[in-house]
């Protein structure tokens, strides 16, 4: 059997002086070489790793068939976004996870397949029968567009509502375009429009427009889609100090506004060390980021040790390439500044003890503290939802059931809130692993579940 293919990679020290892709796509040659290691499993368990089970083995079969475009078809009646999921998604813990040939050997490259496919074909545009019937979506994010994309089909007049200036969510604030690119993701947008779906910007839910005038308007079901995009902060003293971002204010600056360029109207701060506070995929979002608008040094600060960091291996490994330093076993306890300005870091020194409820090995101190010499810090410990919904809500006499931390309550199979044609998924609604396509699937649970809710089933 060949090898594992892998794709051919930007040199470190290059990528770190821009902003264009790290990995190229794979060739056509390598494309068919590594569909030719798929076994076509009898029973495939990388379709049951797959959030929205696209059949993988039919889709590597047409490659290796050198049908590209029945390849996309296959892929494109479970995911809309292929080239969006084929680079974002944590392949390694769910679909290649489960492959067979890992046990021994690697898996095979189903994420870079699937980008593969994705960028060389097209969303068909079948025909639509019009039914007559409206619903938003709040949010232009995975779930918002993936159900977008079902509902239209079925007939449905949508239009998503986008707070922000450009349509994307997390996929464009969020995520950089080395790992991203943004044509990549315009192209899934234009696919939509091309079928009829309305993009409305600029639109903040629960203040420019509220769930009652969307029901007034005529809206059949809505989908609240919106995100998590309140951030998690530190709770330390010095956490008000200038120098002192969010990963989502640090990421939404470059990524969405431009911050890396000298003419931007909303610069970064940059300066001579940078300290990242998480280790999951934004943290190394925000380190590699970091890298690339000047800071001479960029740490990445974590409280277990490399064997627990959540981020995905090949995220890890580009970030080392790339200069970022891994200050591991430790846990920020105070910020210190000078005139406003941060200046220093003190760290507890953390040492591993008993599993916690994650089957991670909990951290615990030793009682021993350091200073890490720093001039900015991007805390990257997540985010919660926005309480703008929610609260815009409680001023119109509708109670929308939310847990303690804020995330919208909902029907784990359809999506349904405790409001009547009210429908919520993604990262506002508690679910497990925040992922592209972990929301997509939400998006396409509650697409289904709104189609049964207005057809009256």
């Known amino acids: 059997m060949a090898e594992r293919q892998h794709q051919f990679e930007q040199d470190a020290q290059e990528r770190r002086k821009n902003f264009n892709p790290v990995e190229e796509n794979f060739t056509p040659e390598q494309a068919k070489l590594e569909a030719g290691r798929c076994l076509n499993c009898k029973n495939p368990r990388c379709v049951e790793g797959c959030p929205v089970n696209i059949n993988i083995p039919a889709f590597i079969k047409q490659i290796k068939e050198d049908n590209i475009k029945a390849a996309g078809d296959i892929i494109r009646q ?14 390694e813990r769910q679909c290649e996870g489960k492959c067979v040939l890992g046990i021994k050997g690697e898996p095979v490259s189903i994420g870079a397949l699937e980008r593969f496919v994705g960028d060389l074909t097209e969303m068909e545009n079948t025909e ?11 949010g232009s994010g995975c779930t918002g567009i993936t159900a977008a994309a079902d509902l239209r089909r079925l007939g449905y007049k949508i239009t998503v509502f986008e707070a922000l200036h450009k349509l994307g969510g997390v996929l464009r604030y969020g995520i950089p375009p080395f790992r991203l690119p943004r044509t990549v993701l315009d192209k899934e947008i234009d696919n939509l429009k091309s079928i009829g779906v309305d993009f409305k910007t600029n639109v903040v839910a629960g203040k420019s427009i509220t769930i009652k005038q969307l029901k007034e ?8 889609g919106s995100g998590a995009g ?6 330390i003293e010095g956490e008000n100090l200038n120098g002192v971002y969010s990963a989502n204010e640090f990421l939404t600056r470059v990524n969405l506004m431009g911050a890396n360029r000298e ?13 990242i506070i998480g ?3 934004v943290a190394m979002d925000a380190a590699r980021v970091a890298v690339r608008v000047g800071f001479d040094e960029v740490y990445i600060v974590y409280r277990r040790t490399e064997a627990e960091l959540p981020a995905r291996k090949a995220e890890i490994r580009h970030a080392k390439e790339e200069g970022v330093v891994f200050n591991l ?13 941060v200046k220093s870091m003190v760290l507890d020194v953390m040492e591993l003890g008993e599993p916690d409820e994650s089957g991670r090995r909990r951290p615990v101190s030793t009682g021993k503290t350091e200073n890490m010499d720093v001039d900015t810090v991007v805390v ?16 119109e006499d509708m109670d929308l059931t939310t847990d303690k931390k804020g995330y919208i309550v909902i029907d784990a199979q359809t999506g349904k809130t405790s409001i009547d044609g009210v429908f919520a998924g993604g990262d506002v609604a508690p679910s497990g692993e925040s992922t592209a396509i972990n929301a997509m699937g939400a998006g396409k649970r509650a697409a289904k579940a709104i189609h049964e809710y207005l057809s009256g089933k």
């Open 78 to 91: 479970s995911s809309l976004l292929p080239s969006v999921c084929g680079r974002v998604c944590p392949q």
């Open 128 to 138: 639509i029968k019009e039914n007559g019937k409206k619903v938003a979506i709040i």
């Open 279 to 281: 280790g999951g995929n």
């Open 329 to 341: 076993l430790r846990n920020p306890v105070k910020i210190e500044g000078e005139n406003g300005e």
């Open 380 to 395: 990257a410990l997540g985010t919660a939802p926005n309480p703008i919904i929610q609260r815009s809500l409680e001023t």
């Open 217 to 224: 308007e005529g809206y059949g079901a809505i989908l609240i």
């Open 230 to 235: 309140l951030p998690k902060m530190l709770g």
């Open 263 to 275: 003419e931007t109207a909303t610069p970064i701060r940059t300066g001579r060390k940078a300290a």
